[in-house]
């Protein structure tokens, strides 16, 4: 699959700088080959109204075809409304499509090569969409449309401001700006060229400038003086005899001075993100600050995952240059975790107030939501969640240091504004924003009246009362390029994002009937008029025509939704239980000659040939098995092998970062399998001793016989030889920042020397490197299985499973970390919902044979937890007992990665995709070739011996910011009985260590 989810600056640098608000495009495979050849940029301010359309073309410089992703923050307060993409050399505009289904629909077609557009919003402020294909030297158009409402500052302007600090020069760049309804002739307090200067033409102002082979290294900001104490307010009419409005009142601030409380707390995000934010102005507002209020006492507080003091200061006189010293030394590491602050401050009775130097991007726990301290929350980063923080910052201020001046800043945190209280008149309704708004000059007011009624009455006060009514008179706005209706919608949708998960249906339905991008909207462009009957999304108007006569004719299908898979669970307990009351014999094997080296080569490639071309093999699931005898008719064998074992096996796996392994590398077939005076029953071995063979899985896996091949990576061998590990970490770090793999392999390297803390806080870096990246955020969920970190783990799984709905595995993922934090209705819940599911045929075509896994999981909770359980609910024909002595499920994380599973028994018979049973009774699942697996190797009753696992890995076919696939192993001996053990085993692809055929995961003794 095409990535998705690629955070562009981080693939065009290998550092974090903080970079303008400009689209960059990162290309799949890593390469440069595609660059900006074009760029358009058409400004229409009506009022305080902006309208920014940019039109911009990719050339393909290359002789392949790509594919890129492109990421665009976007100022605090900013609707993208629209999107066009080129269409057979035509541009088509997008419709809005609810996010699950378009990404659904999305990874549905794109293996056709018919590519759709699709526009959406990820976390915060961002925006991303991807272009496909990129023609060998040809080139691709898009169009992005956004809306701002410009604000008034303190110096009486609207600022407008657009970054345009590119990283190379583009063939043409055309830039253009329109101002109506100004009173005075704007200002260009800053401009990419010298002769781009406003001319007045009627009613308007109008600047344009064409440059060739240009490299804009300076932004455009356009100031819009305005009359203090003026009121512009209009209104448009709608179909049903009601009218939109919008009111400027352009008033003149009225405030109270603020009084500090005694204690401050500064709170200063310390997580690896920071490094982005602008640190020179967060500090210069800290200089006015203390020169204000010279005289406090601060107790320092840094957050990442954590929340830690750092010490208390006192302020005297205005001097706080140890403090200030001492943020200048932070180091910066680790995801953010805002939740942190509930615990800290939702019981506190201190009433202190807080400054808060954040981005606001909560990448590893939730939002900290509303929380009754007094928050002033200061935000100098162009990537940033400012409807989270805004929430957060309800008892205080949020301020943007991207648009507002130091003193700017200092000034609104040191002052307490008059409230908007709503409007006098009853018949007026959806008024936005809401009742006891701080009014800190100019005032934005939308909502909806009567189309008749031309007059309405404006409250402000203190303190709850009514201390000023303002009347004022609407006139009919006569401007096609003012979308009043948008406007309000966006300021509702602000509104209702201060509850987000209760208010997300709504939000849903604004988004998509005013055609808004939201967190939970996209704007979608297909190619085909028949796609858009298919998936029934309506079209653009353009192509409504023909979208009737085809539904009108019934000439294209719809989709058929897949939602039989939980009669084919049933199906598969049937053939689960015929399989588990069967005999088995296990062959004895003797041992091979082992192949030369150029003879195991030509045996690998044929392996590989064979998987590649013909899989038409029988699944586990299609053989039949012999029906076992009655119960009281089996040989006594089953009760031996309930006695305690006579030694301790171990699990050996794969690692990075231990030394040493006494581990060598053969084929299946050269094991020494040595057969003993032993009464095989059921498949187990049982020694003439009589003794039991039965199995434990090691506490903990690092001991001296643990296989681990050692990295190789630069970066791991400074930190085997370093004394100060850590500050070598970070010195290393600078060359490797945005590399997953980097995160992972380092987090090993101190976990393993029980440096827990630092290894969760390096590992959770992962999620600060993209944005709603779920590869990524699934290494996490892997990662913190294995470390037993299960609260963590559901967060991240829930993460996934918000971004990634229409994913059968996001659904599993969340259910079994809800198993792990022991919730285990809800995760019996969540795992037979997935059966009750409905999914696209390519989704269910790429999770066929997941129900084998899914009756496994589901019956094991049962059996383990039945009396806690309620069943009702459940059917019958799906609940049967299914214990094991071993199971190993495997999972990854990257979409069409073909990863197979093979488990080596004892006596030298491989259990795979193309041989799924063995003599032993052993059932591999079936193979998943293009999705996250799972696949599972299951064995009633097992042979004395080791184990071993092993993938066949086909690799990536594109460059991914997560790296080489991560797998997750579970291992569990007594699988579904009172004596189970698990061992979770998380190999990266990139570092596995390798038998003769395949990657090796590890190894266990039975």
Not at 414 to 440: C, H, K, L, W
Request: proline letters at 4%; aromatic letters at 10%; charged letters at 20%.
């Amino acid at each position: 699959m095409i990535r998705q989810l690629l955070l562009c600056c981080l693939l065009l640098c290998t550092t974090f700088i903080a970079r303008a608000q400009h689209p960059t495009l990162a290309l799949s495979d890593g390469s440069h080959d595609v660059q900006l050849d074009k760029v358009s940029v058409d400004i229409n301010i009506v009022g305080n109204i902006a309208t920014t359309q940019m039109t911009l073309t990719f050339l393909n410089k290359s002789d392949r075809t790509l594919e890129g992703t492109l990421t665009f923050p976007m100022p605090q307060g900013v609707t993208v409304s629209g999107f066009a993409l080129d269409i057979n050399g035509k541009m088509r505009q997008a419709v809005p499509v609810s996010k699950a289904k378009a990404t659904e629909v999305f990874e549905s077609i794109e293996n056709r090569r018919v590519d759709p557009g699709l526009l959406e919003q990820v976390e915060g402020n961002n925006f991303r969409t991807r272009i496909y294909p990129f023609l060998p030297h040809a080139s691709r158009t898009i169009i992005i449309t956004y809306e701002e409402v410009l604000k008034l500052d303190s110096r009486y302007q609207l600022r407008y401001h657009l970054p345009l600090d590119y990283a190379q020069p583009v063939a043409s760049f055309d830039l253009k700006a329109t101002v109506t309804a100004s009173t005075a002739k704007p200002v260009l307090a800053e401009q990419p060229d010298g002769s781009f200067s406003f001319t007045q033409t009627g009613p308007s102002y109008i600047a344009q400038l064409h440059k060739t082979s240009f490299q804009p290294r300076r932004a455009l900001t356009i100031n819009l003086p305005k009359e203090i104490n003026t009121v512009e307010a209009l209104y448009a009419p709608n179909t049903d005899n009601s009218a939109y409005f919008v009111i400027n009142d352009y008033r003149k601030a009225q405030f109270k001075q603020k009084q500090w409380s005694s204690k401050i707390d500064l709170i200063w995000d310390v997580s690896l993100s920071g490094l982005e934010r602008n640190h020179e102005k967060e500090l210069q507002v800290l200089d006015l600050f203390f020169k204000q209020q010279p005289n406090a006492i601060v107790d320092l507080k840094l957050l990442n995952h954590r929340l830690v003091n750092s010490g208390t200061y006192a302020i005297q006189n205005g001097n706080w240059s140890a403090l200030r010293k001492k943020l200048q030394a932070l180091v910066y590491d680790g995801a953010t975790d805002f939740s942190v602050l509930n615990k800290a401050y939702i019981l506190d009775k201190n009433n202190r107030d807080v400054l808060l130097f954040t981005d606001g991007m909560s990448t590893y726990g939730p939002q900290a939501g509303r929380i009754p301290t007094s928050f002033f929350t200061f935000i100098a980063a162009q990537k940033a969640d400012f409807v989270a923080m805004q929430q957060l910052s309800s008892g205080g201020k949020l301020i943007n240091l991207n648009t507002a001046t130091v003193a700017d800043a200092v000034a609104q945190i040191n002052t307490i504004y008059y409230r908007f209280m709503g409007i006098e008149q009853a018949n007026v309704s959806e008024v936005y924003p809401v009742r006891n708004t701080e009014v800190s000059g100019h005032m934005v007011i939308t909502g909806l009246l009567p189309a008749n009624m031309h007059e309405v009455t404006l409250l402000y006060g203190w303190d709850g009362k009514v201390t000023e009514r303002r009347k004022v008179v609407l006139q009919r706005s006569n401007n096609t390029a003012l979308n009043i209706h948008k406007l309000w919608a966006q300021q509702k949708i602000d509104a209702l994002n201060g509850d987000y998960k209760q208010n997300a249906a709504t939000i849903t339905e604004l988004a998509q009937q005013f055609g808004i991008v939201t967190r939970n909207t996209s704007l979608m462009v297909l190619e085909e008029v028949a796609d858009y009957v298919r998936y029934n999304i309506t079209p653009p108007q353009e192509l409504m025509e023909e979208y009737l006569r085809l539904k009108k004719e019934s000439a294209v299908a719809e989709e058929e939704r897949m939602n039989d898979l939980l009669n084919r669970s049933v199906e598969m307990t049937s053939q689960l239980k015929t399989w588990w009351q069967t005999i088995f014999t296990a062959q004895k094997r003797y041992p091979q000659p082992a192949a030369n080296p150029e003879m195991a080569r030509a045996a690998a490639v044929e392996v590989v040939e064979d998987r590649m071309v013909d899989k038409s093999v029988s699944s586990a699931h299609d053989v039949e098995y012999q029906l076992a005898p009655a119960a009281s008719a089996r040989p006594a064998a089953e009760a031996v092998m309930k006695k305690e074992a006579e030694e301790s096996n171990t699990l050996q796996f794969t690692d990075p970062v231990t030394q040493e392994s006494n581990f060598t590398t053969s084929a299946a077939t050269t094991y020494n399998w040595t057969a003993t005076d032993s009464t095989a029953t059921d498949g187990i071995d049982i020694a003439a001793s009589d003794a039991a063979a039965e199995a434990t899985i090691a506490d903990d896996g690092y001991g001296s016989e643990t296989v681990v091949p050692v990295s190789d990576e630069p970066y791991m061998q400074a930190l085997k030889s370093s004394k100060q590990p850590y500050a070598t970490y970070l010195r290393e770090r600078k060359q490797y920042q945005d590399k997953a793999t980097f995160y992972y392999n380092v987090a090993q390297y101190f976990y393993k020397r029980k440096s827990v803390d630092t290894a969760i806080q390096i590992l959770s870096n992962i999620a600060e490197l993209n944005i709603e990246d779920a590869p990524l955020m699934k290494i996490l969920v892997y990662k913190l299985k294995e470390w037993k970190q299960y609260e963590k783990e559901l967060w991240c799984a829930g993460k996934v499973l918000e971004w990634r709905p229409m994913d059968l595995q996001s659904h599993r993922d969340y259910a079994l970390a809800m198993e792990d934090n022991g919730r285990y209705q809800e995760a019996l819940d969540a795992l037979y919902g997935i059966l009750q599911g409905s999914y696209s045929p390519e989704a269910a075509d790429r999770d066929a044979g997941v129900e084998e896994i899914l009756v496994m999981e589901i019956n094991r909770l049962i059996s383990l937890h039945k009396g806690q359980l309620n069943t009702k609910h459940i059917r019958k024909e799906l609940i049967q007992e299914l214990p094991v002595d071993i199971r190993v499920v495997i999972n990854w994380n990257h979409l069409n990665t073909d990863i197979d599973l093979w488990v080596t028994q004892p006596n030298g018979e491989r259990c795979m995709y193309n041989t799924p049973t063995t003599s032993a009774g052993g059932r591999i699942s079936n193979d998943f070739t293009n999705g996250y697996g799972p696949e599972q190797f299951l064995l009633k009753k097992a042979i004395k011996g080791k184990y071993t696992i092993e993938t066949n890995y086909f690799g990536e076919s594109r460059f991914v910011l997560s790296g080489a696939t991560t797998v997750m192993a579970e291992v569990y001996l007594y699988y579904a009985s009172g004596k189970e053990q698990r061992k979770v085993i998380t190999v990266q692809m990139s570092e596995a260590g390798h038998t003769q055929d395949g990657a090796l995961i590890g190894t266990f003794t039975f």
